[in-house]
C-alpha cells in the first residue's frame, strides 16, 4: 500500500508511456495493461494507492489505450510524442503543479510505503543491485551522486532507486516548460528523469524505504511476478 499523510501536494503522475519492446516476444499489450490474473497490472497497482490525485501519462501512441480511466475517476494525458520519463516535465503542453511525485506505472509495491517529503527526493531501498539500476551516494539523506545503469556493479549493495520521486520545479538549476515540438525542440529527446532531472536539481535527497518490489520490465520479472501475485 502507498499512502500519504500530507493533505497538500498529493499530485501524482504514474508514467505509463512505455512502449514495454523487451516484452514484445510475449505480448503485444502496452507493459502496464499485461493481464494479471483478469485484470491490467496498472489495475493492481492503482488498488494499491490512496491519498493522491492520479493522472496517468501517456502519449499520443497509447493514448487510447488509458483514455478508460477517466471513468474510473484518474485523469489521463498525453505527452504528445514519446519524450522518455521526464518529458512530460519539460514540456510546455503539459501543465503541473510547482511539486508533486512521479512513480514509474511497470513497478508494484507489495509492502505498505508512506510517502512524504519537503524537499526534491528520491526514494530508495537498500538492497543488491542488479546491474540495470540506479542508485545513488550519499549520506544523512543528502545525494551526492546518481550512479544509473552500472553493470559492474551487479551483486554490489546500494541505496538503490526504488522509481518513486517528490519534485519541487523550483530546486531544477535550468528553465523547464520549453517546447517539445519537431520544429522547436531545445533540449534532446527523449528526456530521462535518471540522466537530465535528478542530476540538475539542487541539493537533491533521499529517503530509505525498506520494501519489496516487482517490476515488470522483462519477460523473466514478469512472469516472477504472476507466480508471486496468486
Known amino acids: 500500500m502507498i499512502v500519504t499523510e500530507s493533505k497538500e501536494e498529493t499530485k501524482l503522475y504514474i508514467l505509463v508511456g512505455g512502449k514495454g519492446t523487451r516484452l514484445s516476444s510475449v505480448t503485444d499489450t502496452p507493459k502496464c495493461l499485461v493481464d ?25 501512441l497509447n493514448y487510447e489505450d488509458f483514455e478508460p480511466y477517466k471513468d474510473k475517476g484518474v485523469d489521463v494525458i ?13 514540456n510546455a503542453k503539459v501543465e503541473t503543479p510547482d511539486s508533486f511525485w512521479v512513480m514509474n506505472g511497470d513497478t508494484y509495491y507489495p509492502g505498505e510505503i508512506n510517502l512524504d517529503a519537503d524537499r526534491s527526493t ?8 542488479r546491474g540495470d539500476e540506479g542508485y545513488v551516494i550519499g549520506e544523512n539523506e543528502k545525494v551526492e551522486k546518481y550512479v544509473e545503469k552500472n553493470p ?17 520545479l523550483d530546486e531544477l538549476i535550468f ?32 529517503k530509505e524505504v525498506d ?20
Not at 48 to 58: E, Q
Not at 78 to 90: D, H, K, L, Q, Y
Not at 152 to 168: D, M, P, Q, R, S
Open 36 to 60: 494479471i490474473k483478469g485484470k491490467p497490472f496498472i489495475d493492481h497497482l492503482l488498488d494499491t494507492i490512496k491519498g493522491f490525485d492520479i493522472t496517468l501519462v501517456c502519449s499520443d
Open 152 to 168: 559492474e556493479t551487479a551483486g554490489e549493495t546500494h541505496l538503490v532507486n526504488i522509481g518513486i520521486y517528490k519534485l519541487y
Open 122 to 129: 528520491i526514494f530508495v531501498n537498500k538492497e543488491k543491485t
Open 211 to 230: 520494501t519489496n518490489r516487482f517490476d515488470i520490465g522483462t519477460p523473466e520479472r514478469l512472469e516472477k511476478f504472476k507466480k508471486w501475485f496468486v
Open 78 to 90: 498525453s505527452e504528445g510524442m514519446p519524450s522518455g520519463t521526464a518529458g512530460f516535465i519539460m
Open 175 to 206: 528553465p523547464y516548460r520549453v517546447p517539445l515540438y519537431p520544429t522547436q525542440r531545445q533540449f534532446k529527446i527523449p528526456l530521462s528523469m535518471e540522466y537530465d532531472i535528478l542530476p540538475n536539481i539542487i541539493d537533491l535527497r533521499y
